[in-house]
């Protein structure tokens, strides 16, 4: 399924942008990048929440773990840091 996640590169320019990392003041997140590629795959897929593979984990995890990223403005902040890259690359996520 990892044709439907970041690429090394792409991960390298928002690892640290993620709430939960290594260093980061709070709790933290058991694995970002699974649940990035679990994101990525729903929407790239088009699959309801529901019929998330279970190799990302609990759906409604998932789903609930996006919607406080949104709400919180880590999603925003994500794209708006890539969409300062000219080359674009940041349209692939």
Known sequence: MRRYG???????Q???L???R???VGGRAADNRLFIEAVLYRYRAGIPWRDLPVCYGDWKNV????RRWCESGVIE???RHLAADHDNEYMMI
């Open 63 to 66: 789903h609930r773990r996006l």
């Open 14 to 16: 928002i690892k640290d």
């Open 6 to 12: 970041p690429s090394d590169g792409q991960w390298e």
């Open 18 to 20: 993620l709430p939960g």
């Open 77 to 79: 902040r994500i794209f």
């Open 22 to 24: 290594k260093g980061h």
